[in-house]
């Protein structure tokens, strides 16, 4: 318990010693700024200092930043109210760097200094080399500054349009620009021999805007420094170029990589972004306690030659042309890689549509292939019904409905508009038959396999014709059909020739009679006949015989016996003539 009362103590001690001592003090740090906060590109080297600052220090930062407006082109003695101001923001606050902001922010303080924080260090940035000389810096001061190669400037121009034959350069004419025309003319003049070059720093921005619109086709544009015209009127660079680049006939160029996406073509640039952070790490060195004498930054070249993608497309550059190892920004994607699964999708959408459309089509076509087989096969079955003067007809119980080939409509009668149905086809048919045939359909589902019947129709021509109908069940179950299905035949002519037929049988019959009957008669006739003539033969012979004087008895005998035999046979004549011969034998004994 000893050891965790002491533990509880030294805790509450820490506690109290944490509560009463003081906050650390920030990292005061003076911004000045040449031309405003929102002036390229001391603008763009300001924020990248402030984010890189702020993110790399470990202690707190207390920025502090002004504009010196005036720095433009008043006087020294117009600058007292921009000191008063700077000693009146600052006063009772120790100030650990100041960090001006371009040249001008750097001869403001060069001027003022020992009014304002004499003792405070410094280091100038966003300048040039050119500006700012390493003769012109004290113990206390240090400078993170560009070296520009002004002349890769219209190499760039002269290697992406290599047909260039006039530069227009637009610079403006406050103090600032007309230092860097003195030092641009020379170095430009280089090029005279291949180039007409035009300078706009005697011109007012109008007549900028007026130039731009009208240069001829080989023609360029190299955007400086625009912050006042000829006639003093100031001008914000963001909004000068876009002016310039919206009535420009020919590419503009720039020199900083603040300008890339803004409307120039690209180059070799100003790289203020990482002006912007090295200035940073050189000021967490001073405010670590580093003399800044002893910090020398080298001095920023122009970066990796960089182009806007878009620009190039609208003058038709080529990147063939860009020097190697070129940096191209702001490509658009192609439409595959912005919009790859949609049109993926898409894809995949229009294959399985496209299958769909083809198994249809070909299903159709299977369709149509089987309803044109079908159709041909209807038409010639029915064709052939019709030929061999047949109907064909089919009958749904379920819904009464019938249907019926066309030629049922010559087989009943009926007119072409009348409808093929049910009671269209029963009205036809002939009143006696009717009820017989009704009843005959509603039994011709148990006539399996087939039914038939036979019955009269009464055309309206008045004429009678005989139909025969075959019926065959289709069993929706086994027990309850609900389909009927057959054929009409018209047997009006089968039924004249039966009863022809039969008629003909008739008369045959009674030909055959009347033949047989003859026959008969003549059979008779001839069995009468012939023993008459053979009776009449031999009574005339024995009367011949008689009539002899001295008749031969014996052969009278015979031919009477032969008489006897005739009538009445030879079995009834033996008996009859024993007698008479045994008495005529005795009388001629005697």
Not at 288 to 303: C, M, Q, T, V, Y
Request: aromatic share 8%; hydrophobic share 45%; proline share 6%.
């Amino acid at each position: 318990m000893n050891w965790l009362r002491g533990a509880f103590w030294i805790a509450a001690l820490l506690c109290l010693m944490t509560v009463s001592s003081p906050a650390a003090e920030p990292r005061r740090v003076l911004l000045l700024h040449a031309f405003g906060h929102p002036y390229s590109p001391w603008s763009d080297v300001a924020g990248s200092f402030r984010a890189e600052l702020t993110r790399k220090s470990t202690e707190p930062i207390d920025l502090y930043e002004v504009s010196l407006d005036t720095a433009r082109a008043r006087t020294a003695e117009e600058e007292t109210p921009f000191v008063e101001y700077i000693r009146a923001l600052l006063s009772g606050r120790k100030l650990d760097l100041i960090v001006p902001i371009g040249a001008p922010a750097a001869f403001f303080m060069h001027r003022h200094r020992t009014q304002l924080f004499p003792a405070t260090p410094m280091m100038v940035t966003g300048a040039d080399l050119r500006r700012i000389p390493g003769a012109a810096l004290t113990e206390n001061d240090t400078a993170v500054v560009f070296d520009l190669d002004l002349r890769a400037l219209v190499t760039n121009i002269l290697q992406t349009r290599p047909k260039t034959t006039d530069l227009a350069v637009a610079v403006g004419n406050s103090p600032v620009e007309r230092f860097w025309a003195a030092e641009l003319e020379p170095v430009f003049q280089v090029f005279a021999a291949h180039l007409n070059i035009d300078w706009f720093n005697q011109l007012t921005f109008s007549e900028m805007l007026g130039r731009a619109a009208k240069m001829p086709p080989r023609s360029a544009i190299l955007w400086t420094l625009v912050s006042k015209d000829v006639a003093g009127v100031p001008y914000m660079q963001d909004r000068a170029l876009d002016a310039i680049r919206q009535v420009a006939s020919v590419p503009v160029f720039g020199i900083g990589d603040y300008q890339l996406g803004r409307g120039i073509v690209g180059g070799p640039l100003l790289p203020t972004q990482a002006m912007g952070e090295q200035a940073a790490g050189v000021a967490i060195r001073i405010l670590k306690g580093e003399k800044p004498a002893d910090i020398r930054s080298p001095p920023l070249k122009f970066s990796v030659p960089t182009y806007d993608w878009r620009e190039l497309r609208r003058w038709g550059i080529s990147e063939a042309l860009l020097p190697g190892g070129s940096v191209v920004q702001f490509r658009e994607p192609s439409l595959w890689v912005q919009y790859r699964w949609p049109f993926a999708l898409i894809a995949v959408t229009l294959v399985a549509q496209g299958l769909i459309i083809f198994y249809m089509v070909f299903q159709n076509r299977r369709l149509r292939a089987a309803e044109s087989a079908l159709n041909q096969s209807e038409e010639r079955m029915t064709s052939t019904a019709a030929s061999a003067n047949v109907g064909l007809w089919q009958f749904d119980r379920r819904n009464g409905q019938l249907w019926a080939t066309e030629h049922c409509r010559a087989l009943f009668g009926l007119n072409k508009d009348a409808p093929l149905d049910r009671d269209t086809l029963l009205a036809a048919v002939h009143p006696d038959d009717r009820q017989s045939t009704v009843a005959w359909f509603r039994k011709a589902s148990n006539l399996h396999p087939v039914g038939i019947t036979e019955f009269r129709v009464r055309r309206s021509d008045g004429q009678v014709r005989w139909l025969r109908i075959r019926a065959h069940a289709a069993p929706h179950s086994q027990s309850k059909p609900d389909q009927l299905s057959g054929i009409f035949i018209d047997v009006t002519q089968q039924k004249a020739a039966q009863a022809e037929a039969a008629e003909q049988r008739q008369e045959l019959a009674h030909l055959m009679r009347v033949s047989l009957l003859g026959e008969l008669s003549g059979s008779i006739a001839h069995e009468v006949s012939q023993p008459l003539s053979a009776i009449l033969s031999n009574a005339q012979a024995a009367l011949y015989l008689a009539e002899q004087e001295t008749p031969d008895l014996a052969e009278l005998r015979d031919t009477l016996r032969t008489l006897c035999t005739t009538i009445i046979g030879p079995q009834k004549s033996s008996a009859v003539c024993a007698p008479c011969c045994k008495k005529a034998r005795k009388n001629r004994s005697r």
